[in-house]
């Protein structure tokens, strides 16, 4: 994957799209818009969905996307933006970090909502009172939950516990080592960590992948990812999405920061892990000798899911134990503690998703081992 280049989404998600040119805040200026609306999970009176609005005109210094829940949905919280509501008709207006949409630049934002007798896709998209015309479908996409919330100041800390030795590289000399992000909202959305992390390697030898184009993090960096905000890693692994993602980008290092959802869907720890354990055989059968670096999960502890501190911490503790009885010598597992010293009261935004401080936190958590296996 080149860098600074979007790359072509490929998803099984619910498409809205559409381009308009039409005048803008200046005259003659271009304006239109693209808008991918997915339904990522379902449930019983709720759901959760993420949207990814595509600026096709030019450059726009703040932005509000404009629709209609035509299902009597109602949204009950709202990540990446600020959202109003006066019965169906919603506004969404960007954050502080994320109101700068270049041409051809994507903004993306997730909710949970709740509804009844039916979940249709919402009409009328329009970004900055410009109309998103075009069709829409809705496939069957996957089902993860709620997406993750907000964690709370460390309890206990599970200790850091790295897993496997160093891999012997199995780029080949020359080439570039291809690198996937994967995981939920704390990966993408736009998960500016992996824009730090980037800086922080050498450009030369490295080429970050994935089906997901970057976002906006204030300056221009590879951004292909494979995260994908509102996924259950127990979803991803039961429906086999992982094997398309690899086939498509041909990763030789892993990434993985992923659970939140299924911590919040009080999913058992041993679910979680036999989701990770089969994750980690498709990595393997697409690469042998991949490279796989795992993350006890950042912390959280939202309003609403008192119990989800604690879950976090179980999880977390049981990672390196199944990290080390599946670490191999041509396939090392190494895990990476992003939980000690995560503070959600200083390093998020909302409660869950990191925020400036927090970026610079994972980055780094993340760069000493990733170095160590770049070649």
């Known amino acids: 994957?080149?860098?600074?280049?979007?790359?072509?989404?490929?998803?099984?998600?619910?498409?809205?799209?559409?381009?308009?040119?039409?005048?803008?805040?200046?005259?003659?200026?271009?304006?239109?818009?693209?808008?991918?609306?997915?339904?990522?999970?379902?449930?019983?009176?709720?759901?959760?969905?993420?949207?990814?609005?595509?600026?096709?005109?030019?450059?726009l210094a703040s932005w509000s996307l404009a629709f209609t829940f035509t299902g009597g949905q109602t949204i009950t919280q709202l990540w990446n933006g600020a959202v109003t509501q006066s019965g169906s008709s919603v506004t969404v207006r960007n954050a502080a970090w994320n109101g700068s949409l270049a041409t051809g630049g994507t903004a993306s934002f997730g909710f949970n909502g709740s509804w009844t007798g039916s979940n249709p896709?919402?009409?009328?998209?329009?970004?900055?009172?410009?109309?998103?015309?075009?069709?829409?479908?809705?496939?069957?996409?996957?089902?993860?939950?709620?997406?993750?919330?907000?964690?709370?100041p460390s309890p206990s800390s599970p200790s850091p516990s790295p897993s496997g030795s160093s891999p012997s590289p199995s780029t080949p000399a020359g080439q570039k080592t291809k690198i996937m992000?994967?995981?939920?909202?704390?990966?993408?959305?736009?998960?500016?960590?992996?824009?730090?992390?980037?800086?922080?390697?050498?450009?030369?030898?490295?080429?970050?992948v994935g089906t997901l184009p970057g976002q906006g993090c204030g300056f221009d960096y590879d951004g292909e990812n494979?995260?994908?905000?509102?996924?259950?890693v127990t979803n991803v692994a039961n429906q086999n999405l992982l094997t398309g993602w690899l086939a498509a980008t041909g990763p030789d290092v892993v990434l993985m920061h992923f659970?939140?959802?299924?911590?919040?869907?009080?999913?058992?720890?041993?679910?979680?892990?036999?989701?990770?354990?089969?994750?980690?055989?498709?990595?393997?059968?697409?690469?042998?000798?991949?490279?796989?670096l795992v993350a006890q999960i950042i912390p959280m502890n939202p309003p609403t899911c008192t119990e989800c501190a604690q879950r976090v911490v179980a999880l977390n503790a049981a990672i390196p134990a199944w990290a080390a009885g599946l670490t191999t010598a041509a396939s090392p597992i190494t895990v990476v503690d992003q939980w000690t010293g995560f503070d959600t009261a200083t390093d998020t935004y909302d409660g869950?998703?990191?925020?400036?401080?927090?970026?610079?936190k994972i980055a780094n958590r993340w760069y000493p081992p990733l170095a160590g296996v770049i070649p």
């Not at 009328?124 to 964690?151: E, Q, R, W």
């Not at 999913?267 to 892990?273: E, H, R, Y």
Request: glycine letters at 12%.
């Open 1 to 59: 994957m080149h860098r600074r280049t979007p790359a072509v989404l490929a998803s099984v998600c619910a498409v809205l799209a559409g381009f308009l040119f039409a005048t803008a805040t200046r005259a003659n200026a271009a304006a239109g818009c693209s808008v991918k609306y997915t339904v990522a999970s379902q449930w019983p009176g709720g759901f959760g969905a993420t949207v990814d609005v595509t600026n096709l005109g030019d450059p």
């Open 121 to 152: 896709v919402p009409s009328g998209f329009a970004l900055n009172g410009v109309i998103c015309n075009g069709g829409t479908t809705n496939p069957s996409s996957p089902a993860p939950s709620p997406s993750s919330s907000s964690p709370s």
């Open 181 to 208: 992000a994967l995981g939920d909202s704390i990966t993408g959305s736009p998960g500016c960590w992996r824009a730090l992390l980037w800086q922080k390697l050498p450009a030369d030898k490295v080429d970050f």
């Open 226 to 232: 494979e995260g994908h905000g509102g996924y259950l």
């Open 259 to 292: 659970g939140t959802n299924d911590v919040w869907s009080n999913l058992p720890v041993s679910t979680i892990l036999a989701a990770y354990t089969t994750l980690v055989g498709q990595m393997r059968a697409s690469n042998p000798g991949m490279r796989i």
């Open 352 to 360: 869950v998703h990191p925020n400036d401080a927090g970026n610079v």
